[in-house]
């Protein structure tokens, strides 16, 4: 993983939600999505790979959210913002 890949990445996603016109910020699912992105740059930021600094048993779900519940053309858009982000940071995954 390249953190400034990710931070780039995981940048253009939040840009992605706070800017979309079809996206409502106060949607629970849409504010966790924020939240999670926001973790992922500010660990990232300070050199941090933000998967190890998650507590024993969480994982990040954003990705399962957005799958549930974008599925119009311009939702797609953000999930393949978000998917990018995904595939920076689990990189050897892929």
Known sequence: MNLFVLIKKAKLAKEGIVNSNVLNVNKPFVTSMLNQIDFIIQHAEKGNNPILQL??????????????ELSSPDELKIKELLDDVSEEMYSSDY
Do not use: D, M, P
Request: no cysteine.
């Open 55 to 68: 507590k024993a048993g969480q994982t990040f779900t954003y990705s399962v959210l957005a799958s549930r």
